[in-house]
C-alpha cells in the first residue's frame, strides 16, 4: 500500500465508504512539520500491522479548503482517523510516537 493522494472530495468520501479504517493527512506543501513526517507515514503504509487494513491518505489543506473547512483543521499536520465511515480520532502534530500510538488503537 501507500499514501493515496485524495484530490477531490468525492474522492475523500469514497475512501472513508469504501475502507474499514482510514487515516487522513491533512497537509500544506509550505508546511516543515508536515514534510518531516510523511516519510514515517509513508513506511507505516507498507508495514505488515498496516498494510492491508488501513488506509493512508492525504490531502492539501490549501487545495481543498471546504474540506479542510468541513472536518475542522485548524493546523498541520492533522491527521484524521476514521473507522467505519467515522469519525474516531485525531491527531495534531507530526510526533510519530504518539501519531502511531493513535493508529493503533484504532486496529
Same mark, same amino acid.
Not at 475523500?12 to 479504517?21: L, M, T, V
Not at 491533512?26 to 488506509?55: H, L, M, N, R
Not at 472536518?71 to 498541520?76: C, Y
Given at each position: 500500500?501507500?499514501?493515496?493522494?485524495?484530490?477531490?472530495? %468525492? *474522492?475523500? !468520501? *469514497?475512501?472513508?465508504?469504501?475502507?474499514?479504517?482510514?487515516?487522513?493527512?491533512?497537509?500544506?506543501?509550505?508546511?516543515?512539520?508536515?514534510?518531516?513526517?510523511?516519510?514515517?507515514?509513508? #513506511?507505516?503504509? %507498507? *508495514?505488515?500491522?498496516?498494510?492491508?487494513?488501513?488506509?493512508?491518505? #492525504?490531502? @492539501?489543506? @490549501?487545495? =481543498?479548503? @471546504?474540506?479542510?473547512? %468541513?472536518?475542522?483543521?485548524?493546523?498541520?499536520?492533522?491527521?484524521?482517523?476514521? !473507522?467505519?465511515?467515522?469519525?474516531? @480520532? *485525531?491527531?495534531?502534530?507530526?510526533?510519530?510516537?504518539?501519531?502511531?500510538?493513535?493508529?493503533?488503537?484504532? =486496529?
Amino acid at each position: 500500500m501507500t499514501v493515496h493522494n485524495i484530490a477531490t472530495v %468525492e *474522492e475523500f !468520501k *469514497e475512501a472513508i465508504a469504501k475502507n474499514p479504517i482510514v487515516v487522513l493527512d491533512a497537509f500544506a506543501t509550505w508546511c516543515g512539520p508536515c514534510k518531516a513526517i510523511a516519510p514515517t507515514v509513508a #513506511k507505516w503504509s %507498507e *508495514e505488515p500491522q498496516f498494510k492491508d487494513t488501513v488506509y493512508f491518505a #492525504k490531502f @492539501d489543506v @490549501d487545495a =481543498l479548503p @471546504d474540506l479542510a473547512q %468541513e472536518l475542522g483543521i485548524r493546523a498541520m499536520p492533522t491527521f484524521v482517523i476514521f !473507522k467505519n465511515g467515522d469519525k474516531a @480520532d *485525531e491527531f495534531v502534530g507530526a510526533n510519530p510516537p504518539a501519531l502511531l500510538a493513535t493508529i493503533t488503537k484504532q =486496529l
